[in-house]
């Protein structure tokens, strides 16, 4: 297993990757139609891949803070006004999980943050369950509930998370 800074080249094949995870486990609920932007949010910073067998069977990526929640709370939390990025667009394969893909993944992003000081956030969805594991075990601590807006008018319940100090 390779993780790796996000190619343009990978891009095709990482939002085809996109497409079977949400049609295993709708995840995630907006972006579907058109994954290749999804994949590349305004403010995109970096992203990275997980590569098995010359696949893409991973991806993360790391955004500027604009209007989330996530970054509020922090900011209101931490009395700061310190460099923040947002922690998003993170998905394993299904054939690829229980090999700690995921945590290998967001290990580069933090490792990338914390080399260009920026302390990362995000918020999951609470119908995430594994997601919501995978940062609690990594240390990431909850900041508070948000609420996740999609489609057209459709709102879930959220759980912010702010990344380990160090």
């Given at each position: ?159 912010c998370y702010v990344s380990p100090a160090e």
């Amino acid at each position: 297993m390779v993780i790796r800074a996000r190619r343009d080249a990978d891009l095709d094949e990482a939002a085809t990757a996109l497409v079977a995870v949400h049609a295993a486990d709708s995840y995630p609920v907006e972006g579907v139609d058109d994954p290749r932007g999804w994949l590349s949010p305004k403010g995109l910073i970096q992203a990275w891949v997980a590569e098995a067998d010359s696949r893409i069977v991973g991806h993360v990526a790391i955004s500027q803070a604009q209007a989330e929640e996530a970054v509020s709370l922090y900011r209101e939390q931490a009395h700061t006004e310190a460099q923040v990025g947002v922690l998003a667009r993170l998905f394993v394969m299904p054939q690829a999980r229980k090999r700690a893909v995921g945590e290998r993944l967001v290990r580069a992003a933090v490792e990338y943050a914390h080399t260009n000081d920026l302390r990362l956030v995000l918020d999951v969805m609470t119908k995430d369950k594994a997601a919501i594991r995978l940062y609690e075990r990594m240390g990431w601590q909850s900041i508070g509930d948000a609420s996740h807006a999609y489609g057209e008018g459709q709102q879930m319940r959220a759980v912010c998370y702010v990344s380990p100090a160090e």
